[in-house]
């Protein structure tokens, strides 16, 4: 049923969430995996027009979508990985259809209250944006730190 899948990541405990979700996914269905990872801090919304180079958190978020691809690769999967950089909705909604997926499968945070209604989220652009069908799965929250008494 979906060929390939694009699996956005952000660098955090969240993604484990979609990760395995997905595996599960694309062994039954045979899919490919794109990862896709956007990066969105000044330098790296600005890395074009000013002919900038990466930034260490662009090397950083290169190394970690890399080291989960090459872990899905050992697994048996068909797995890319694509380093974006600016508006995340809009980047993840473009490698999409660049990429020719027919399923997006993102982690969800959940509620932020006055924040999502502020800025929005990331998951609610992309299912407005995206004419490609958008799968949320709701992450657990990480633990909360332990105060010492």
Known sequence: MYKRILVPLENSSYDKVIIDHIQQLARENG?????????????????????????EEMQVDREYIETIEN???SAGFDADAILA?????????????REKCDLIAMATHGHRFIGDVI???????????????VLMV????????????
């Open 31 to 55: 899919s490919a995996i794109v990862l896709i990872h956007v990066a969105d801090g000044w330098a790296a919304r600005n890395i074009g027009q000013l002919a900038l180079r990466e930034s």
């Open 119 to 133: 800025r929005g989220s990331v998951a609610n652009a992309v299912r407005h944006k995206s004419l490609v069908p």
């Open 71 to 73: 872990a899905l690769d």
């Open 138 to 149: 709701r992450g657990n929250p990480p633990p909360k730190e332990q105060k010492h008494k």
């Open 85 to 97: 950089s600016g508006d995340p909705a809009d980047e993840i909604v473009e490698a999409a259809e």
